[in-house]
Nanobody, 124 residues
Framework: QVQLVESGGGSVQSGGSLRLSCTASGGILDYYGVGWFRQAPGKEREGVSCIRSSDGSTYYADSVKGRFSISRDNGKNTVYLQMNSLKPEDTAVYYC?????????????????WGQGTQVTVSS
């Protein structure tokens, strides 16, 4: 059973940066596609970014393209989400999730394992 733990959330001002980490135990994260999702108050959870296990392809929601970057550190069994130029609308709880489906992108049903989430708050 893969367990995922997110860290790195916090409060920053608009224009600031944060790096979120998703660290796995009970499995080798390199074998899984990993997605980052977020849920803002009163809104549905949405996909932000993902990285495939097969070829390392990365995908981003239009709202974060050019500002966020996803990467892996296989030695640390960790996937990162570097978030730059943060905006107040990026405020949300951020979740990472792992999928054994090679083609997984932003459909939640494609992901079997989920972390508990980490809060990101961006003030104007």
């Amino acid at each position: 059973q893969v367990q995922l733990v997110e860290s790195g959330g916090g409060s920053v001002q608009s224009g600031g940066s944060l790096r979120l980490s998703c660290t796995a135990s009970g499995g080798i994260l390199d074998y899984y596609g990993v997605g980052w999702f977020r849920q803002a108050p009163g809104k549905e959870r949405e996909g932000v970014s993902c990285i495939r296990s097969s070829d390392g392809s990365t995908y981003y929601a239009d709202s974060v393209k050019g500002r966020f970057s996803i990467s892996r550190d296989n030695g640390k069994n960790t996937v990162y989400l570097q978030m730059n130029s943060l905006k107040p609308e990026d405020t949300a709880v951020y979740y990472c999730a792992a999928s054994r489906f090679e083609g997984a992108t932003f459909a939640e049903y494609e992901y079997e394992y989920w972390g508990q989430g980490t809060q990101v708050t961006v003030s104007s």
